[in-house]
């Protein structure tokens, strides 16, 4: 959390180095905690949403981004989404990680140039992401974030902007459940500037 600073506060920036120092001392007992017995560190609920939403928008085709993204995903996982389009009725459910790479595959021949980036908010001149989290009966946490995404259609170029909610149950440091609400009512073709 960054704000302006004034220079008539020339006491601010030792102040802040001493709290970020401490801050770090005082976060190495937690951090080194965080690491499972392979000797790969756990992610946390946060950091696997986190994760999880650079992945996507790193997508490229490439088998590399592909399975980067799907291994986030535990073999059983389930990855429910809403209505695509006028051509589908009911939500989409794709049941495990190989079922998961078809939906890969689907947006990536519909959508280009993809971005996806959970919702910043900002208040009193400060700007963060907020990420609600509740810990859960299957034994970690659920994390829920509003995004949007901007995407080109692959057929007519168009680019669109569509805003949405996505939760995700974590279990360990994978996907046990993603569940994605697109409001597609709400989305807006982008004028693209030339």
Known sequence: MLRFVSPRRPLVFPVLAAGIALLTLSWAPFAAAGIAQDGEAELGGRQVAERWFRLVDTLDGSEESRAAFLALYAEDALHIQGPAGDHQRGSATYWGREKVGLLVDRLL???????IRPEVATAGEVSETVWAEAEGPWGGPLIAAQFTIAATRQDDG???YIPGAAFFRVRGSELVRVRIYLALGEAAE???QR
Do not use: L
Not at 109 to 115: A, F, G, L, P, Q
């Open 109 to 115: 021949e519909e959508w280009k140039d993809h971005s």
């Open 190 to 192: 982008v004028e693209i």
């Open 158 to 160: 168009t680019r669109w």
